[in-house]
């Protein structure tokens, strides 16, 4: 099993002194995005496969990441296009609440890592509503509330000396609807401070679900350095001047696919297609210098997706613009 300072460099708590770290390992942190199965198919079974291939093959891992995270975000109001027989406020508006749990079980001597937890997310947008029956062209509260409430089970299991099989299934709720995500990908160090991986999804990251291709890597050019990527969902760039203080850029892809309710529901549709592709400086920091992190974000929207469909046909899209956002959480680490 890796010692606490491989541990500790794979996971960017601070930088380290040793001038030669030891090879990445297990990734940390890297499952924040949201991939579904609307039944299950082709990357479910492989999913399958892999949990039970993985429970046979003897190797060496370790693995650790955040056991609670709470994290809000907002986004700026711009214009959309509202759909005929509808109002809506004069600007869409979207905030977040995000909730996550996990507990990690070690198993065959650090051989195999278990993480089960669960998710619950908040959205709030100011999203267009059939009229008010009983005062004809009044907006009244125009928010729409969507939440997702899932399950989490990731199973990471090394083969050989090189490779790490990583499987993930998450069932749960996605606004009206239940799926269940999944995402499948091994992992190669190449070189003493890098791995690379690679696999396949069948994702809403999009705002839609769509087989989406996976590729990680995890770099570390110097002691103060980490390259972090999770493409298409996230990229990070860390610099880590001193203990406790992470500073550095990320590139998000962060979208799903949301069943609505009667209520919800406008232009004959029942989902919602919602994505935000964003870009900014972020910062990482433990006042104390412990497992506690406060951490913030902040940038703007480089692709946004928020369109009404029906039977995976568009019905209506709202077309909103580009703005700023922040985002500010904080979390406590294994």
């Known amino acids: ?25 297990a990734p940390s942190a890297m499952f ?36 609670v995270t709470v994290r809000m975000e ?19 508006t979207q905030q977040a609440l995000q909730i996550t749990l996990s507990q990690r079980l070690v198993r065959q001597q650090g051989n195999t890592i278990v993480l089960v937890g669960g998710q619950w997310r908040a959205v709030r947008a100011a999203l267009p509503r059939a009229p008010l029956t009983n005062r004809p062209g009044a907006v009244g509260d125009a928010f729409t509330s969507l939440q997702v409430a899932t399950a989490e089970l990731m199973l990471l299991r090394s083969v050989g000396d090189r490779h790490t099989l990583v499987s993930l299934l998450r069932p749960g709720l996605y606004g009206d609807a ?12 190449v070189s003493p401070r890098t791995t690379i991986g690679a696999g396949l999804s069948y994702a809403s990251s ?3 679900l769509l087989p989406i291709p996976v590729v990680h890597v995890l770099s570390r050019p110097s002691r103060r350095l980490l390259v972090d990527a999770l493409l298409p969902a996230r990229g990070d760039l860390w610099w880590m001047p001193r203990k406790g203080l992470d500073v550095g850029l990320n590139a998000s892809l962060v979208g799903a696919q949301y069943g609505l309710s009667e209520t919800q529901r406008i232009a004959g549709s029942d989902a919602l297609w919602l994505a935000n592709a964003t870009v900014g400086p972020q910062l990482r920091w433990a006042p104390r210098g412990g497992k506690w992190q406060l951490t913030g974000d902040a ?6 997706r928020l369109e009404y469909v029906r039977d995976g046909r568009r019905v209506a899209d709202l077309a909103p613009g580009n703005v700023p956002y922040v985002r500010l959480g904080a979390q406590r680490l294994f």
């Open 178 to 189: 239940f799926r269940v995500e999944g995402a499948a990908f091994v992992d190669r160090i």
């Open 1 to 25: 099993m890796a010692s606490a300072r491989e541990i500790a460099a794979l996971l960017r708590l601070d930088y380290i002194e040793d001038t030669n770290p030891a090879p990445p390992r």
């Open 299 to 304: 940038g703007m929207t480089v692709l946004r």
């Open 74 to 92: 907002s986004f700026g109001g711009t214009p959309v296009t509202v759909p005929a027989g509808t109002t809506a406020r004069e600007e869409f």
């Open 206 to 208: 999009f705002g839609r």
């Open 32 to 67: 924040q995005f949201p991939h579904a199965f609307r039944r299950p198919g082709p990357l479910g079974v492989a999913c399958l496969a892999g949990l039970l291939a993985a429970s046979v093959l003897p190797t060496t891992l370790a693995a650790q990441r955040e056991r």
